[in-house]
């Protein structure tokens, strides 16, 4: 019988070669032990470092060998990962269940894999998942795909909530590309689930290399030069990432080695080199494929086949992009039977260059894909023809943007160069509809656009050859108006001749009119002699005049300093008038400045003592809280809160401080039972509360599908629960008669619950408004119920006749909304950290406020005046700003480590109530500048919501350990409610022992 090649090239292991698999023991062990710890590993690692391998070809087989029971479902995300879910769990349960109705359970609830395994599970059976290339979900993750995007989230919560509970046994295994790990801060509650059950490819070390490479020959006896493993080992060297590559030239060395059919001999270095080496085996071996296409047509198609089915990402890394043959066909415009003609060289037995095996007969749905990215890093024609692509998918994206742009008078025809790139693309690449599909729908907008800017090109050339012609023209005409000129020059000049005559004549009359004025100037003389006699008796008349002024000065000057006399005796008495109040002001002022230095010791002995009584109530808050480490008497810990809050109180401390905040809390708490509190109605993570107008109630939704209404008044708490609905209730809103209660759920749609009295409907009225995507928040305010989905619109529900009134349009998905009490300022925050607002009294367009690169604006509200908001990002931020200017926050409650959830203005203060998914809830008190928060850390796990009652005396929150919990706001309630509790002070010895001898006792 002849030898069968060991080594199975480029393509990963099958589970029927697991008795080829070596190397990778220890790793399997470690994967089982975190499988059977957290339900969820996921096996992430480089391209190439043998992801689908160890699970295929390793862990499978051992699971079944080892341990029975197990039921394997395997899939790979694609397009849509649910459709390939309920493939792979009709498969499992060998037809048990449809696809159809597999799909229709999966797609409505997220618990649908449990309700569909539930009833199969044999006892002591367990299901395990494997979730092969789960970068798959990003892979799709394009512009226009929005819903897309909603299946995917759905199936990510799929998977986290069918390995999150313990009724059914589900296992779930996810392969990973480490590039795309940080992708999966996306989804909520993933990237601890990856964190926990991770597992990530270790290198293997020479000797495990060792095993790979002469495993596999031992089963058959083959020898191996030793020379030659070490080479391979040197070869491989730090790249992990090489190992496809190494089983690949592994392979193609066993053929050369097979092929000189001398099997006593070792397959040495010379047969590794006749294969091109680590470096060129796997180009050499590509384009001996590629050269047995007899005709320029089939590789033409080659080309194309290799172009759909693989794709360059946004960070240059090479993914892959599995697609059927009758895509492929319709992309390059051949039949079916062309493609899978030209398919099969690249799928021979010994290639598998494209996937599935050549064992596998292909026809029109067959899914072509590439064994392995490595194929793209290595055969040099591939790597151009991802560049060449890409580049044309990024040049034809930029046609589209600039054609919606122009549809929207926004943009212009392209010129010259970019209109001559467009033409020539489209002349060389011949791309048509069906391709343009794998990256928009915009092809004959594109097209037109293209036309339309060359049609212009066109008419600017056309209207350049009339402004030469008329250019020419012109020339033409100023020639004949030259000539005109000369001509009229000439006639001009005989003109001139005959005025210089005339000039003549008149110099002539000029000479007789200057005799004339000569005679006149003679006369005028005479006269000047007769002023001048007159002039002589003028100047003595003002001698006598001038003696006269000066008897008058010299009188006046005497006068003058009779008067400086008297002024300087006056001078005298006054200097010595003001030399006594100056004495007099000295020493007022010596005694201003001794009573200011007096004020000032004082002042300083005052401050020094407040800063010495509120360090020491800080000191007693501290002790307060931990009062059980220092004596048995619990009254002590709540004598210790009221101590330190008067004192606080009594010095000017920060009414709000968080020490002498928490102390009251810690002892408050310790004197109520948990049923006073707290409640657990809900049987599933809790994710929204709020309080009834006009009532002592609240109300809460969650995952069970329930509503629950609870009076805070009574202890213990009471409280009213509907029958459960088999969807999840995301929010809830009440109007302002507390008579109705509303709560959206996970068909888009709104569930309406009547309250009347003490009574609750049981089954609420369903109401479709038309969302295309999930509603992530809203808001009731008078008659309008204002909801923000996915599908990036915010509708207005005109809540009497439950009918549509108007609907905005964002451009961008929707994920938190607040309006304000007058419900003439609405706010939408949104998934790309955008801000809008508008009037939803009116139609308009929504008006950009504010954008952050913080992450997702998650919970958004407004302050009672409608002048501040408060947001809450998916990255654990959160601040005010104001609306009139939002270039800078006013306050940035920073602190939360993970995603914030929920954001609350208190109704009469300056308090602000935060909630995030690092399980604490912080109370703000955003007057301060820097405000140090009140902590609340009861929830065990993800806190969902907050919200605080009409009065702002209590806060509640919900979360994901299914419970509703009440605090107290206001700290000086709690001063009073304890001060009842303790019929005492403390005495002198616990002062002197938690205060200490030094201060006086108060």
Known sequence: MALQNPFPGLRPFSSDESHLFFGRERHLDEILRKLDVYHFVSIVGTSGSGKSSIIRAGLLPRMKHEESGWQIAVMRPGENPLHSLAEAIS????????????????????????????????????????????????????ADSEENDSIRAHFVETLLRSVGQRDVPIHVILTLRSDFLGDCERYIGLPEAINDGQFLIPRMRRDELTKCITGPLGLSGTKIDPRLVQHLLDEIGNEHDRLPVLQHVLMRTWEVWREKNNPNDPIGIADYEATGGMDNALSIHAEEAYNELDTEKKKYIAEILFRTITLKGGDNRGIRRPTPVNEVASIVGVSEAQIIEVADIFRKQGRGFIMPPEVVPLNSNSILDISHESLMRVWRKLSDWVNEEAESAELYQRITNNALLYEQDKAGLWRDPDLQIALDWREKQHQNENWAKQYNEQYDLAQTFIDASYREKQY??????????????????????????????????????????????????????????????????????????????????????????????????????????????????????????????????????????????????????????????????????????????????????????????????????????????????????????????????????????????????????????????????????????????????????????????????????????????????????????????????????????????????????????????????????????????????????????????????????????????????????????????????????SISNTDKPLSVLSGHKAGIEGIAFHPKSNLIATSSLDGVVRLWNVAELNPSPVEFREHDGWVMDVAFDSEGDKLISCGKDKTVRIYPVSIDLMASALRKQNNRSLTPEEWTKFAGEDVPFE
């Open 91 to 142: 498969l499992v349960t060998d037809g048990a269940s449809g696809f159809d109705e597999n799909l229709q359970v999966l797609q409505r609830n997220p618990l649908g894999l449990v309700q569909l395994m539930r009833p199969l599970m044999r006892d002591g059976a367990k299901l395990l998942l494997l979730v092969d290339q789960f970068e798959e979900i990003f892979r799709y993750d394009t």
């Open 460 to 881: 600017a050339i056309a209207e350049l050859k009339r402004k030469r012609r008329i250019q020419q023209t012109a020339v033409i005409v100023f020639l004949l108006a030259l000539s005109a000129l000369s001509l009229w020059a000439f006639t001009e000049r005989n003109t001139s001749r005959r005025y210089a005559q005339t000039a003549l004549l008149e110099k002539q009359e000029s000479e007789r009119q200057k005799k004339l004025a000569e005679e006149q100037k003679r006369l005028a003389e005479l006269n000047l002699d007769k002023a001048q006699a007159e002039e002589q008796k003028a100047q003595m008349q003002q001698k006598e005049t001038e003696k006269q002024r000066n008897y008058a000065l010299q009188s006046a000057e005497e006068a003058k300093r009779a008067r400086e006399l008297a002024e300087m005796a006056e001078s005298e008495a006054r200097k010595a008038r003001d030399a006594a109040v100056a004495d007099r002001s000295k020493a007022d002022r010596q005694r201003v400045i001794s009573d200011s230095l007096r004020m000032e010791a004082e002042k300083s002995e005052k401050k020094a003592t407040k800063l010495q009584m509120l360090s020491l109530a800080q000191n007693l808050a501290i002790k307060s809280k931990l009062a059980q480490d220092y004596t048995f008497d619990q009254s002590v810990k709540g004598l210790l809160a009221l101590k330190a809050y008067d004192l606080n109180k009594k010095y000017g401390g920060d009414h709000m401080d968080a020490e002498i905040f928490a102390a009251l809390f810690s002892a408050y708490r310790l004197s109520q039972n948990k049923s006073d509190y707290m409640h657990r109605m809900h049987s599933d993570v809790v994710k929204s509360v709020e309080y009834i107008p006009g009532t002592m109630e609240f109300a809460s939704v969650g995952n069970d599908g329930t509503l629950v209404l609870t009076n805070q008044t009574t202890t213990p708490l009471t409280s009213r629960k509907s029958t459960a609905i088999p969807l999840f209730l995301d929010n809830v809103n009440s109007n302002a008669a507390g008579t109705m209660v509303v709560a959206n759920c996970e068909n888009h749609h709104l569930q309406l619950f009547q309250i009347t009295g003490n009574s609750l409907t049981q089954a609420p009225r369903e109401i479709d408004i038309k969302h295309k995507g999930e509603i992530m928040d809203m808001v009731w305010n008078d008659d309008a119920l204002y909801t923000a989905s996915l599908d990036s619109t915010v509708k207005v529900v005109d809540m009497k006749n439950y009918a549509v009134k108007r609907t905005y349009h964002f451009g961008t998905r929707l994920l938190s909304l607040a309006v304000s009490d007058d419900g003439k300022l609405l706010l939408a925050g949104c998934e790309n950290g955008n801000i809008y607002k508008l009037d939803p009294g009116k139609e308009g367009k929504p008006e950009l406020i504010f954008k952050t690169d913080k992450g997702r604006i998650k919970a958004l509200a407004l302050n009672k005046q409608a002048t501040e908001f408060a947001i809450g990002t998916g990255n654990g931020y959160s601040a005010v700003y």
